[in-house]
């Protein structure tokens, strides 16, 4: 699952291909130096991060109207509301992969927290961010962009992505930050080793949902996916002199099961359906779930997430892109295609948890 806060960009999954781990660490030497903290206040945009015309975002795309799902109704076991919620989603999963849940559960205090610590990393200087520099070959610690990946068409974004395991008593995520980032980091540790616990809870409750949906029953997936192993990502989206021009996060297709994604105040999550891309409004009290290709094999649908359009004046996002759970080792099968979505430069947090079959 992903779960993203908005107003930084939507989750990039792992690349499901090999990463040529030579190749790559020889255009790190080369690459482009992304440091948003310069780069913000620069009216000109590097070519790098320039965009096809035909992949720009539109100023102001059509809102996309997406069930809100009661999922305490739904799990509290009401006849009526789980009728209600299984008829919701599977509309939502037939037309496009995309619904909200609400009333969910999960402690808006613990969501603040995760947005103000994530403030708090993407706000130090590029060297400090950089003691968590994701390694070659590697799909967790810090990135700038992909500048060390590709050398056009670069997203305007940056990433701190970690690993979690449902299975781990051990505070796999508090460790991490202990060891990568140093005792400064145990608080910060903590928050999102309790973020993540709070996460799987809630990717649990919606496994419920979607086979009560499916007609299989309301632990079929659950218990097909409890000790998930899963990537939780947080993207920031800094401002942008000319967000007309670039783009937070490419077009693109989720290739995992689920992912949940909690927007901050900055639109700019879009939506592909019906030949053109439709924007999901913020919702601070809600979580947007999408559902991935490996869940949805016989259905088609792509998102894509876009740099918000200029306003005059520029808002950061963020996201707290969330986690990628995956089944445990040996169960599910390989993700089929990209899942999609683009995001819009403008300043934005989010906070992203995606589960992988």
């Known amino acids: 699952m992903a779960m993203e ?9 792992p690349p499901l291909f090999p990463i040529d781990e030579e190749e790559e660490a020889k255009s790190e030497h080369n690459s482009i130096v992304f440091d948003a903290s310069i780069l913000k206040y620069r009216s000109t945009i590097p070519s790098q991060f320039i965009w096809p015309d035909e992949e720009k975002p539109c100023a102001k795309p059509p809102e996309l109207l997406v069930e809100a799902i009661d999922l305490g109704g739904f799990l509290s076991g009401d006849p009526l509301a789980v009728s209600n919620a299984a008829r919701l989603v599977n509309e939502a999963c037939r037309k496009h992969g995309f619904f909200l849940v609400v009333n969910h ?9 995760a947005h ?3 403030d708090y990393f993407f706000n130090l200087s590029l060297s400090e961010k950089q003691r968590a520099q994701r390694k070659v070959g590697d799909h967790c610690g810090y990135a700038s962009s992909f500048t ?4 056009t068409k670069l997203p305007w974004k940056e990433t701190l992505s970690f690993r979690y395991c449902d299975d781990d008593d051990d505070g796999i995520v508090e460790k991490y930050f202990l060891n990568v980032m140093g005792e400064d980091f145990n608080q910060f540790g ?4 309790q973020y993540c616990e709070a996460m799987s809870r809630l990717s649990l409750g919606i496994m419920e949902l979607l086979g009560m949906s499916l007609g299989v029953g309301s632990e079929y997936f659950r218990e097909f996916f409890k000790g998930n192993d899963s990537i939780m990502r947080l993207n920031y989206y800094p401002p942008c002199q000319k967000p007309n021009l670039t783009l937070g996060t490419g077009p693109h297709c989720d290739p995992t099961s689920l992912t949940i994604l909690h927007q901050d105040q ?7 359906v019906d030949e053109k891309w439709h924007s999901i409004a913020p919702n601070s009290e809600a979580f947007v779930v999408n559902i991935g290709d490996t869940f949805m094999s016989s259905i088609k649908w792509d998102i894509q997430e876009l740099p918000a359009p200029s306003s005059g004046k520029q808002a950061k996002s963020k996201e707290v892109s969330g986690i ?5 080792d040996g169960e599910g099968g390989e993700a089929t295609k990209w899942a999609g979505g683009r995001k819009e430069s403008k300043d934005i947090s989010g906070l992203h948890m995606v589960i992988t079959a």
């Open 148 to 151: 060390g990946r590709f050398s």
């Open 116 to 118: 103000k610590n994530m």
């Open 5 to 13: 806060i908005c107003t930084k960009t939507l989750l990039m999954p």
């Open 266 to 272: 900055v639109s700019g999550l879009e939506v592909f």
């Open 190 to 193: 903590r928050v999102y080793q």
């Open 105 to 113: 559960g999960v402690d808006a205090r613990l969501v603040g927290e």
């Open 324 to 328: 990628l759970f995956m089944p445990k």
